[in-house]
């Protein structure tokens, strides 16, 4: 080792300063291009009104019409004990109607439901009291509301079934059906696009 004007010449006494030097300005310049990029970058914007959902329109609590509801749910999964037998009624027929009205009796709703063995009936009934709107008046839907399938209600062949409103989202609504599914029939929630080639009308509860 040998010392000139009281400094020590020993291998690695220096250290790399060009290198630390490029390190330091590569740093710089990531952060720097991190910044950019998170400036530059488009921030995620709410979407426009129009591809906003519709909202879903329930029962209003407390009322007749969430009572409809609350009983047409707790049937959900009841089943058929034969070839359309059922507890709705000691009759061994077609059963919507009945399983419907019954939803409507137990809400308090004037009515007698063996007395609907057929849907047309319902719809009916509902025009002499004031509460049927047809197919051009669908918009009018509630919750707690039946909707009537088919193109008018004179034959079992023209109203072929009927359905308890549980729910509407849009052009969208929610039914709790009796008398549907496969093997047995049984009472079951179905979705159906809410327009005229579906129902023919619906009726408010009385």
């Known amino acids: ?24 300005v590569v ?11 998170a400036v530059l970058a488009p921030s995620p914007s709410a979407p426009p009104p129009g591809d906003r959902a519709p909202p879903v329109i329930t029962a209003e609590p407390g009322t007749v019409r969430e009572e409809i509801v609350t009983a047409a749910r707790a049937e959900l999964g009841t089943e058929e004990t034969g070839k359309n037998c059922h507890e709705y009624s000691e009759q061994c027929v077609p059963w919507c109607a009945l399983f419907a009205m019954s939803t409507w009796e137990r809400a308090g709703v004037d009515v007698e439901h063996e007395e609907f063995a057929f849907t047309g009936d319902v719809y009916t009934t509902g025009r002499i009291k004031g509460t049927a709107y047809g197919s051009a008046r669908l918009e009018d839907v509630r919750p707690g509301d039946v909707l009537l399938f088919g ?14 409103v549980e729910k509407i989202q849009g052009e ?11 093997n047995p029939d049984r009472v079951m929630r179905k979705r159906h696009e809410l327009n005229e080639n579906t129902f023919y009308g619906g009726v408010h509860p009385w």
């Open 27 to 37: 740093a710089i310049l990531s952060v720097a291009v991190a910044t950019t990029v």
């Open 151 to 164: 193109s008018g209600p004179a034959t079992p062949d023209s109203s072929h079934h009927i359905g308890v």
């Open 172 to 182: 969208t609504v929610t039914l709790i059906e009796g008398n549907t599914g496969d």
């Open 1 to 24: 080792m040998t010392q000139r004007g009281g400094r020590t010449n020993e291998p690695g006494a220096h250290r790399p300063r060009g290198r630390v030097t490029v390190l330091v």
